[in-house]
């Protein structure tokens, strides 16, 4: 059944409104109750997230929760960023492939429910198997304050900065953020606090 504080998501979209329309039926007729969750069309099966629809400049998609944990049989599955440890994609860029795709989704579809009935859990790199920059580890071995408070963070703040801090090619810019940031974590605060 369609949810009226969600139409608005499917009235606004002017690349991909039929798209759209079409992945919002096949889902639907999958008994899943539709919901808005961070502005997009979220659907659940006894409160629990199943599939979200979303569009982007360049697709539109269906992302699924616990993709990780489904068989990607037709290898459309896909990981937006190696940092995306769970969910995936299945991106859409017209309106046929989503009625040729039909049956495959309501396939995934149903089979997302099963792995929520199920109870299935995907197993979280820790944050140990994160790299860590050397600059923030440098900074790290020297001021035992810091070390405890970033310690004291959640895994996911703590993630958060090691992704960031991690990321740029040149030292330089690792560096830079470190020193940045030293004063947000020696706060107890996370990155986008």
């Known amino acids: 059944m369609t949810n009226p504080k969600v139409d608005f998501y499917f009235n606004k979209a002017k690349k991909w409104q039929q798209e759209l329309e079409q992945l919002r039926m096949i889902v639907l007729d999958c008994g899943l109750t539709e919901e808005l969750k961070w502005g997009c069309p979220c659907y659940t099966f006894q409160e629990s997230n199943i599939v979200l629809i979303h569009d982007f400049k360049e697709y539109c998609a269906l992302l ?65 198997e994160f790299t860590i920059a050397e600059e923030f580890q440098y900074k790290l071995d020297r001021i035992p304050a810091l070390k405890t408070a970033f310690e004291a963070l959640t895994p996911g703040r703590q993630r958060a900065y090691l992704l960031h801090f991690s990321a740029p090619k040149q030292s330089k810019t690792r560096e830079a953020r470190v020193e940045k940031y030293m004063p947000q974590i020696l706060g107890g605060k996370g990155l986008n606090d």
Do not use: C, S, W, Y
């Open 64 to 128: 699924f929760f616990k993709g990780a944990l489904l068989n990607d049989t037709n290898g459309i599955l896909i990981q937006q960023t190696e940092n995306v440890q769970v969910a995936r994609q299945i991106r859409f860029t017209n309106v046929l492939e989503i009625v040729e795709m039909k049956p495959i989704l309501k396939a995934h579809i149903f089979e997302a429910i099963e792995v929520e009935k199920a109870g299935l859990k995907v197993d979280l790199k820790k944050t140990t």
